[in-house]
């Protein structure tokens, strides 16, 4: 299992855009194989910040994740250009 937490903020005025476009990568996300979970929040203190919570059944389903025409569409075409800072951590359970 893979789990990956990414941390993204964004302008203020771009946080409802973003938004849209995380719930239709999500929805999009969370039909792969491989898929075990896919979360996103916004911050109810900031907006213009947004937290993921992806689990994987391992390595291979994350990198097919990023082969998919959802993802290079919503996430490298529409979430990254806008994002203003990304931290992203992979980690396993123990």
Same mark, same amino acid.
């Given at each position: ?43 109810? /203190? +900031?907006?213009? %910040?947004?937290? @993921?919570?992806? !689990? ?7 990198? $097919?994740?990023?082969?998919? /025409? +959802?993802?290079? %569409?919503?996430? @490298?075409?529409? !979430? ?7 931290? $992203? ?6």
């Amino acid at each position: 299992m893979l789990i990956q937490s990414i941390h993204y903020e964004f302008a203020p005025e771009d946080g409802d855009r973003i938004e849209e476009i995380f719930r239709e990568l999500r929805e999009a996300s969370r039909k792969e194989p491989g898929v075990i979970q896919f979360d996103i929040a916004r911050s109810k /203190e +900031h907006p213009e %910040r947004f937290v @993921l919570w992806e !689990v994987y059944t391992d390595e291979a389903a994350l990198t $097919a994740h990023t082969q998919t /025409e +959802h993802f290079k %569409r919503l996430a @490298l075409g529409g !979430v990254r250009p806008l994002s203003k800072n990304r931290i $992203a951590e992979n980690a396993v359970p123990i």
